[in-house]
C-alpha cells in the first residue's frame, strides 16, 4: 500500500492543527527554496469527505487538506516529495483530482479534428498532455 | 461527417472530420440543426485569439436533436430537440454553486493555457480554441456535448429552432449583461454595438423595467432592427458625438448601466482608430478598447459598466482615473447560459424574447465560408448567419 500522508489523516481529525502545520511547511518551502514546491486546489467537498475519497494518484503524493474559508470546500496541496514528479504533472494530479471528487469523472477532450503543422507545433506540445501545467 | 474547420488566419473551408463519441458518462451526441456565426468568432478567424490549430471546427451556437446519451444521463432522450450554453460546465463546483458557469474548475481540458495568461483558467466553450478547451464546434453534421444534464436543455413545442438557437449564446449573454450589470426598474441603459449580442442585451434590459435603452452603431440596417424589434432608441455613431447625445438624453447625469457588446476589434470613428490599430498590429495592444473607454467616460458617477464583448491580452490607455474617481463598478463575464437559458425559452414560449429576425442570412453548412465572409464584412445587412448541416 501507498504511504498515505501523515496530514491528510491528521486532517480528517483535527482540521486546526492540520491548517496550522500547513502554514509551517509554507514558510518552509519559501526559506529553504530547494523544496520541491507545493501546488494547490480547492475542492468543493468537506474535508472529510476529500480526506476519506483521496483519488489514488493524489495518494502517491504528499499531500495536505485544510478547510477552505466560507464554505468554498477543501483547500489540497500536493507536491512530489523527492522530486521526481515534476510540476507541471503535480498541477494534473490535483485537477483530475478535483474532478473526480467533485463531479466522479474527468472531462476528456474531444476531436482530434486538427492536423500537425510547424506553426501549431509549440500549441500541439501543450495541448496534448491535457491539464498539464500551469502558473508556476 | 462534414464541418466547418479553421485553416489559417481568415481561412475557412468545409472538410471532412471524424464523427464524435461519447467519451463521458454525461455526454450525449447532439445532430446538429441550425448552427450560427458569433461575433466572438471574427476574432478566431482575424488571429486575434492565437490558440487555433488548423482544422478546428468552429461554432458554439446552436440547436439539434439527441442522438445518442451517455450513461449518465438522466434529463435528456434520443430525440429530445435541444438548445446547448455556448460555456461547458459541470453543475458541482463552487463556481457553478455560485451560477458563474463559464467559470467552472471542471470544463477546461487546457486550463495552463489561460491559468498563465490571465492567473485563473475559465471553463471551456465548444468551438473557442484551445485555450477554451479545443472542444470540436457545431458548425458540424453532430456534436459531443459534455455535462449534457447541466448544459443541454429541452425546447418547448412552441418555439421554433430559429428563436431557440439564441438562447445558446447571444441572448443569455445579452441578458447576463443586464442582469449582472445589474439593471434596475427606472434605469437608463446604453448598449455599444448593436449585433446580435448587443441587441438582447438592450431586449434583456427592457424586460428588467429599465426606463429608457439606447444602442449605438453605426450599420443603420442594425439600428433599424433595434428600433423595430427590439424596442430600443439608437445612436449611430458616425452622424453624432455619443458622449454629449447620452448627457443630452440623460439630463446630464449619463445612463445608469453601460453595456459593451463590441469587444477587442472595436472601430472608432477618427484618428484614435489608427492609434489603436497599429499598437494591435505591433502586438503593443492585443485588443482595441474604445467603445469601453466610451462607456466608462459616459456612465454616470456610481454607474456600472459591462464588458461583454470579448477581450484576451491588454489593452491601452484605459481610463482608470474615471473608473476611480466617479466610483464606477466595471465587472464582465463569459456567459453563465446554464443560468439563464431556462427561462430565456419560457419568455420565447410566450412571445416576450423573439430572435427570428437576426438569422438574416440561412445556407447550408456547405457555404459556411461565404456565410462568415458576409458576416465578417457586415454585407447585404448582415446580422447573423445561420447554418443548416
Ligand atoms: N461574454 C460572452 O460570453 C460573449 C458571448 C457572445 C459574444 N460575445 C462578444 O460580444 C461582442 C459582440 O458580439 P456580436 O455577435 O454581437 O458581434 P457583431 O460583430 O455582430 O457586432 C458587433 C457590433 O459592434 C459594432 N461596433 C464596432 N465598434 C463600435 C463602437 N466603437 N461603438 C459602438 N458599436 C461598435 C459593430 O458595428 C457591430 O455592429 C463580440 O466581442 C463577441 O465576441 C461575448
Ligand atoms: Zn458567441
Ligand atoms: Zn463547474
Same mark, same amino acid.
Given at each position: 500500500m501507498r504511504r498515505i500522508p501523515r496530514t491528510v489523516l491528521a486532517g480528517a481529525a483535527v482540521a486546526g492543527g492540520v491548517a496550522a502545520a500547513g502554514f509551517a511547511v509554507r514558510r518552509r518551502a519559501s526559506t529553504t527554496g530547494g523544496d520541491p514546491r507545493w501546488h494547490s486546489v480547492t475542492v468543493f467537498r468537506p474535508l472529510d469527505d476529500v480526506g476519506a475519497n483521496l483519488p489514488e494518484k493524489l495518494r502517491a503524493l504528499e499531500v495536505q487538506l485544510h478547510p477552505a474559508p466560507g464554505d468554498r470546500g477543501t483547500e489540497v496541496r500536493a507536491r512530489s516529495a523527492g522530486g521526481e514528479v515534476p510540476d507541471g504533472e503535480v498541477q494534473r494530479v490535483l485537477r483530475e483530482s478535483r474532478s473526480l471528487l467533485e463531479v466522479g469523472d474527468v472531462l476528456q477532450p474531444g476531436g482530434p479534428t486538427t492536423t500537425p503543422t510547424p506553426l501549431n507545433k509549440p500549441l500541439r506540445a501543450i495541448t496534448r498532455r491535457t491539464r498539464t501545467g500551469g502558473l508556476s | 461527417m462534414k464541418a466547418l474547420q479553421?485553416?489559417? @488566419?481568415n481561412k475557412l473551408a468545409v472538410g471532412e472530420v471524424p464523427d464524435p463519441e461519447i467519451r463521458n458518462r454525461g455526454d450525449i451526441i447532439v445532430k446538429v440543426k441550425q448552427t450560427v456565426t458569433c461575433g466572438s468568432d471574427l476574432h478566431l478567424l482575424g488571429g486575434y485569439i492565437p490558440f487555433m490549430e488548423k482544422g478546428d471546427v468552429l461554432g458554439h451556437e446552436f440547436v439539434g436533436e439527441v442522438v445518442e446519451t451517455g450513461a449518465d444521463v438522466q434529463r435528456h432522450r434520443i430525440g429530445d430537440r435541444v438548445v446547448v450554453s455556448s460555456f461547458i460546465a459541470c453543475g458541482k463546483c463552487w463556481f457553478c454553486s455560485q451560477? *458563474?458557469?463559464?467559470?467552472? !474548475? =471542471?470544463? =477546461?481540458? =487546457?486550463p495552463a493555457i489561460t491559468e498563465t495568461l490571465w492567473g485563473q483558467a475559465p471553463g471551456g466553450c465548444f468551438g473557442y480554441s484551445h485555450a477554451m478547451g479545443g472542444n470540436p464546434g457545431s458548425h458540424a453534421e453532430y456534436i459531443r456535448v459534455p455535462f449534457a444534464d447541466v448544459g443541454a436543455f429541452t425546447v418547448p413545442d412552441e418555439v421554433t429552432d430559429q428563436r431557440a438557437?439564441? &438562447?445558446? !449564446?447571444s441572448a443569455s449573454t445579452g441578458w447576463m449583461g443586464a442582469d449582472l450589470g445589474g439593471v434596475q426598474p427606472g434605469d437608463v441603459v446604453a448598449v455599444w454595438g448593436a449585433g446580435a449580442v448587443g441587441q438582447m442585451a438592450a431586449r434583456a434590459a427592457m424586460l428588467l423595467g429599465a426606463d429608457r435603452v439606447m444602442v449605438i452603431d453605426r450599420y443603420d440596417n442594425r439600428l433599424h432592427q433595434v428600433e423595430k424589434h427590439v424596442g430600443a432608441e439608437t445612436i449611430n455613431y458616425e452622424q453624432t458625438n455619443v458622449a454629449l447625445e447620452l448627457r443630452d438624453r440623460t439630463g446630464g447625469r449619463g445612463p445608469d448601466v453601460c453595456i459593451e &457588446? @463590441?469587444?477587442?476589434?472595436a472601430h472608432t470613428p477618427g484618428p484614435q482608430q489608427a492609434y489603436d490599430q497599429v499598437k494591435q498590429q505591433l502586438r503593443l495592444?492585443? !485588443?482595441?478598447p474604445s467603445a469601453v473607454r466610451e462607456a466608462v467616460h459616459a456612465c454616470r458617477k456610481g454607474g456600472s459598466v459591462f464588458v461583454l464583448g470579448v477581450f484576451a491580452g491588454f489593452v491601452d490607455k484605459f481610463p482608470l482615473g474615471a473608473l476611480m474617481n466617479k466610483g464606477l463598478t466595471v465587472r464582465g463575464a463569459q456567459m453563465h447560459g446554464q443560468r439563464y437559458i431556462p427561462m430565456l425559452l419560457e419568455r420565447m414560449a410566450k412571445g416576450e424574447l423573439t430572435t427570428e429576425h437576426l438569422a438574416t442570412h440561412v445556407m447550408p453548412l456547405d457555404e459556411a465560408p461565404e456565410g462568415y465572409r458576409i458576416f465578417k464584412e457586415k *454585407? !447585404?445587412?448582415?446580422v447573423r448567419s445561420v447554418f443548416l448541416p
Open positions: - | 479553421w485553416r489559417g @488566419v451560477k *458563474e458557469y463559464s467559470l467552472c !474548475d =471542471n470544463g =477546461n481540458t =487546457n438557437l439564441f &438562447a445558446s !449564446d &457588446a @463590441v469587444g477587442m476589434e495592444q492585443t !485588443d482595441r *454585407e !447585404d445587412g448582415c
